[in-house]
Nanobody, 122 residues
Framework: QVQLVESGGGLVQAGGSLRLSCAASGRTLSSYVMGWFRQAPGKEREFVAA????????SYADSAKGRFIISRDNAKNTVYLQMNGLKPEDTAVYYC???????????????WGQGTQVTVSS
């Protein structure tokens, strides 16, 4: 069993930056694919980014490319999402997720955090 706890959300002005963290407990994350998702009010949850356990493979949604960076520190059992150039449309609850295996894609994540709110003001 893997428990995930996100932190780092908050209120930021458009153009600003935030770094989200996801701390894992229960098992080491070194063999898990890690992902970030978000859900805005009235919308479905959508994929943001994911990376392999080694960090060699990363995948981003088009909306995140060039602005967001996913990274991980396996020694700390933590994954990060650096968000730069934030826009009001980035406002959402951001979730961290984990799955076993090697497929770096938006599908079949087994473990989820509780989410952290990111609000971007215009």
């Amino acid at each position: 069993q893997v428990q995930l706890v996100e932190s780092g959300g908050g209120l930021v002005q458009a153009g600003g930056s935030l770094r989200l963290s996801c701390a894992a407990s229960g098992r080491t994350l070194s063999s898990y694919v890690m992902g970030w998702f978000r859900q805005a009010p009235g919308k479905e949850r959508e994929f943001v980014a994911a990376m392999s356990w080694s960090g060699a493979t990363r995948s981003y949604a088009d909306s995140a490319k060039g602005r967001f960076i996913i990274s991980r520190d396996n020694a700390k059992n933590t994954v990060y999402l650096q968000m730069n150039g934030l826009k009001p449309e980035d406002t959402a609850v951001y979730y961290c997720a984990a799955k076993a295996g090697i497929r770096v894609d938006p599908y079949e994540y087994r473990y989820w955090g509780q989410g952290t709110q990111v609000t971007v003001s215009s």
